[in-house]
C-alpha cells in the first residue's frame, strides 16, 4: 500500500501515469492500486465516483500506463446528448445520413482503434444507445449512422459515471448486460471531504503549482486561511480546490495566502450564508455579493477583480453600478 503524500499532475495532465498519483488515504490508495493492476490488461473498467473527482484524469493515466499508451485516447460525454447525436459521435455517419451531414465522418470508436475510448457519463445513454454500444463493446464491430456496412475497431473501453449505476440497473434505466461488459474492473474514487489525510498534501501541491503559473513566490497560507480551507466540505471535490486554490494565489499580493483570498462558495454546504443586511436572496444579489467579496480580497484592482471573475472591465463596471 502506497503512503505517500497525496499528488496530482501539476505539469501536463494528459501525460501523466499511475506513477504520478499517490494517496495516503486508504480508500484512494486501494484505488490507485487496482487501476495500476488494471493498466496490465485489457479489461474494460468502470469509474465511480462524484463530479470532480479526477475520473477523466484517471483513466489518462491508465490509458497511460497500458500497452496502448503509443494508440488515441479518445474521450466522449454521453451527457444530454440525442439517440442520433450518440451514434454520430460514437459510430461516425455517412454523407446524407442526416440534415447537414455534408460528408462522412468517423466516430469515436474509429478514432481509437487500438487505443483507449474514454465514455463518460455512460449512465446518461438512452437504451436504444446502450445497445449499440453494447454491441460494439462486446464484438468490437459497429455500423455508421446511414450504412448497413459493418465496421470493426480494435477499443479498450474504460467508462464512467457519477450516478449509482447498481440503482439504475435495479430500476431498469440501465440495461444489466451492458453493466456486467463494461465493469470488467469495477474503480471506486472516493470524494475529496473523505480523504481527510490528503487534503493537506493537494492544498499544498495545488499552491505549488499555481504559483509556477502566476509567477509568485508564495510560500503558504496564514493560519485562519487553512482553517478556511480544512473546515470545508468540497462539493466539487478537486475540480473545486483547483479553482479555489487557483483563485487564492492570485489574488494574493504578498507571499502568504490570506482568508480574505479564499472564496468559497459556502451557500453549497449546509453553513449559513452570511447576512447582507438587506435579506435579499436573489441570484443577482448573490452575484453583487461576490463581486464585492472579490474587490475587497483585491484591494479594490478593478482590472484583477476582473481578471478573476473572467469578465470585462467593463461588464464589472456595470454590474457595479447596478448595484448602486
Same mark, same amino acid.
Given at each position: 500500500?502506497?503512503?505517500?503524500?497525496?499528488?496530482?499532475?501539476?505539469?501536463?495532465?494528459?501525460?501523466?501515469?499511475?506513477?504520478?498519483?499517490?494517496?495516503?488515504?486508504?480508500?484512494? =490508495?486501494?484505488?490507485?492500486?487496482?487501476? /495500476?493492476?488494471?493498466?496490465? $490488461?485489457?479489461? &474494460?473498467?468502470?469509474?465511480?465516483? !462524484? @463530479? +470532480?473527482?479526477?475520473?477523466?484524469?484517471?483513466?489518462?493515466?491508465?490509458?497511460?500506463?497500458?500497452?496502448?499508451?503509443?494508440?488515441?485516447?479518445?474521450?466522449?460525454?454521453?451527457?444530454?446528448?440525442?439517440?442520433?447525436?450518440?451514434?454520430?459521435?460514437?459510430?461516425?455517419?455517412?454523407?446524407?445520413?442526416?440534415?447537414?451531414?455534408?460528408?462522412?465522418?468517423?466516430?469515436?470508436?474509429?478514432?481509437?482503434?487500438?487505443?483507449?475510448?474514454?465514455?463518460?457519463?455512460?449512465?446518461?445513454?438512452?437504451?436504444?444507445?446502450?445497445?449499440?454500444?453494447?454491441?460494439?463493446?462486446?464484438?468490437?464491430?459497429?455500423?455508421?449512422?446511414?450504412?448497413? =456496412?459493418?465496421?470493426?475497431?480494435?477499443? /479498450?473501453?474504460?467508462?464512467? $459515471?457519477?450516478? &449509482?449505476?447498481?440503482?439504475?440497473? !435495479? @430500476? +431498469?434505466?440501465?440495461?444489466?448486460?451492458?453493466?456486467?461488459?463494461?465493469?470488467?474492473?469495477?474503480?471506486?474514487?472516493?470524494?475529496?471531504?473523505?480523504?481527510?489525510?490528503?487534503?493537506?498534501?493537494?492544498?499544498?501541491?495545488?499552491?505549488?503549482?499555481?504559483?509556477?503559473?502566476?509567477?509568485?513566490?508564495?510560500?503558504?497560507?496564514?493560519?485562519?486561511?487553512?482553517?478556511?480551507?480544512?473546515?470545508?466540505?468540497?462539493?466539487?471535490?478537486?475540480?473545486?480546490?483547483?479553482?479555489?486554490?487557483?483563485?487564492?494565489?492570485?489574488?494574493?499580493?504578498?507571499?502568504?495566502?490570506?482568508?480574505?483570498?479564499?472564496?468559497?462558495?459556502?451557500?453549497?454546504?449546509?453553513?449559513?450564508?452570511?447576512?447582507?443586511?438587506?435579506?435579499?436572496?436573489?441570484?443577482?444579489?448573490?452575484?453583487?455579493?461576490?463581486?464585492?467579496?472579490?474587490?475587497?480580497?483585491?484591494?479594490?484592482?478593478?482590472?484583477?477583480?476582473?481578471?478573476?471573475?473572467?469578465?470585462?472591465?467593463?461588464?464589472?463596471?456595470?454590474?457595479?453600478?447596478?448595484?448602486?
Amino acid at each position: 500500500m502506497n503512503a505517500r503524500p497525496a499528488t496530482l499532475p501539476s505539469l501536463d495532465p494528459w501525460q501523466c501515469t499511475l506513477d504520478d498519483f499517490h494517496s495516503a488515504d486508504l480508500a484512494m =490508495a486501494q484505488c490507485l492500486d487496482l487501476a /495500476r493492476l488494471a493498466a496490465r $490488461t485489457d479489461l &474494460p473498467i468502470l469509474i465511480v465516483g !462524484e @463530479s +470532480g473527482t479526477g475520473k477523466t484524469l484517471l483513466a489518462r493515466a491508465i490509458h497511460n500506463s497500458s500497452r496502448r499508451a503509443r494508440w488515441p485516447f479518445v474521450a466522449f460525454n454521453a451527457a444530454a446528448l440525442s439517440d442520433t447525436l450518440v451514434d454520430s459521435q460514437l459510430f461516425g455517419h455517412e454523407k446524407g445520413a442526416f440534415t447537414g451531414a455534408a460528408r462522412a465522418v468517423r466516430g469515436k470508436f474509429e478514432l481509437a482503434h487500438r487505443g483507449t475510448l474514454f465514455i463518460d457519463e455512460i449512465a446518461d445513454m438512452s437504451q436504444a444507445a446502450q445497445a449499440k454500444v453494447l454491441r460494439a463493446v462486446e464484438y468490437g464491430e459497429f455500423e455508421r449512422l446511414g450504412s448497413e =456496412a459493418l465496421q470493426q475497431a480494435d477499443v /479498450r473501453v474504460v467508462s464512467a $459515471t457519477h450516478w &449509482p449505476l447498481d440503482s439504475f440497473v !435495479e @430500476s +431498469g434505466r440501465f440495461r444489466r448486460d451492458l453493466f456486467y461488459r463494461i465493469s470488467g474492473i469495477l474503480l471506486v474514487l472516493p470524494p475529496l471531504r473523505e480523504r481527510a489525510q490528503d487534503l493537506r498534501a493537494l492544498i499544498a501541491s495545488e499552491i505549488e503549482a499555481a504559483s509556477r503559473r502566476e509567477e509568485k513566490p508564495i510560500a503558504g497560507l496564514a493560519q485562519p486561511a487553512a482553517d478556511m480551507l480544512l473546515s470545508y466540505s468540497w462539493p466539487g471535490n478537486l475540480r473545486e480546490l483547483k479553482t479555489v486554490i487557483q483563485t487564492a494565489v492570485a489574488l494574493t499580493t504578498g507571499d502568504v495566502i490570506p482568508a480574505a483570498a479564499i472564496l468559497l462558495h459556502r451557500e453549497t454546504t449546509a453553513d449559513p450564508a452570511p447576512s447582507t443586511g438587506d435579506g435579499n436572496m436573489t441570484l443577482a444579489a448573490a452575484e453583487r455579493r461576490h463581486i464585492r467579496r472579490v474587490l475587497a480580497a483585491v484591494r479594490g484592482n478593478k482590472r484583477q477583480a476582473s481578471r478573476v471573475l473572467g469578465i470585462s472591465r467593463s461588464t464589472l463596471d456595470r454590474k457595479l453600478g447596478e448595484s448602486e
